[in-house]
């Protein structure tokens, strides 16, 4: 009796240092804001914002290092890009748009038109596009709007350009364009872009290829929301049944 008493209570301490250390797991983040303990519930569609993108002629988005979207349309018609996103902040947004050009005159229609840009994004957590936006030219030209003798400059893109650490503090500011100015079509206005402004770099005629930078360190709508960034190192509430 007393022995196996003894044997209980070394098991009891056991399991009590397993459950410590299973808690204390080194390089394990803290628990998300709300949560109070390790469990946390499974995000829910409810827990997803809509994020909204149009864009003469194309982009592809990051969010915090990883491809979110990509426009699925590269020149025309002209359409909106529309996605469930789960947010977690800081939440960094990088953008490469580009207007429809030739890369090697920088024009459009077979070579007879200097064709014009811009980008707009809107998310369900009221994140929009705006000149507080990091922005920067890539590929550019007709140089001197000389279309006779048409020339584009490039820049190398950057390696990394998305990631959340790269370093973008050379970088210009985005210029906002007013709607008459960018001249977007239907689709644009059957989605909701309220309190968005229509983006590009300086010259958004001859600037074709840009990037855009964005870094939203907290929810525009005060939300609180969960961090599910790292949930698949989580232990779900009800994990899935190990087949016998
Ligand atoms: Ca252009
Ligand atoms: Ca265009």
Do not use: C
Not at 31 to 40: C, D, F, Q, T
Not at 53 to 73: C, H, P, Q, R, T
Not at 129 to 145: E, L, M, Q, V
């Amino acid at each position: 009796m007393k022995r196996s008493f003894q044997f209980a209570a070394v098991i009891a301490v056991l399991s009590g240092a397993a459950l410590l250390a299973w808690a204390q797991k080194p390089g394990e983040r803290p628990p998300p804001p709300g949560g109070g303990g390790a469990k946390i519930k499974k995000p829910q569609m409810s827990d997803t914002v809509k994020a909204n993108m149009y864009a003469d002629n194309w982009f592809m988005l990051y969010i915090n290092g990883e491809l979110v979207a990509v426009d699925s349309i590269k020149f025309i018609p002209h359409n909106v890009i529309s996605v469930d996103i789960l947010p977690t902040y800081p939440m960094t947004i990088a953008v490469m748009a580009k207007d429809n050009a030739d890369p090697k005159t920088g024009m459009e229609y077979a070579n007879t038109n200097i064709g014009d840009a811009g980008f707009i994004l809107k998310f369900g957590d009221g994140t929009v596009t705006n000149a507080s936006w990091k922005a920067k030219k890539f590929s550019w030209g007709p140089i001197d709007r000389d279309i006779k003798n048409p020339r584009v400059e490039n820049l190398p893109i950057p390696e990394n350009w998305y990631a959340v650490g790269f370093d973008d503090s050379s970088w210009g500011q985005a210029k906002e364009y007013t709607e008459e100015q960018v001249g977007p079509k239907q689709p644009f206005f059957e989605h909701d872009f309220k309190g968005a402004k229509f983006i590009w770099t300086d010259d958004i005629e001859l600037d074709n290829t840009v990037l855009f930078r964005h870094v939203v360190k907290s929810s525009p709508d005060g939300k609180q929301r969960v961090d599910y960034s790292n949930l698949n190192n989580v232990v779900p509430d009800s994990p899935p049944k190990k087949k016998k």
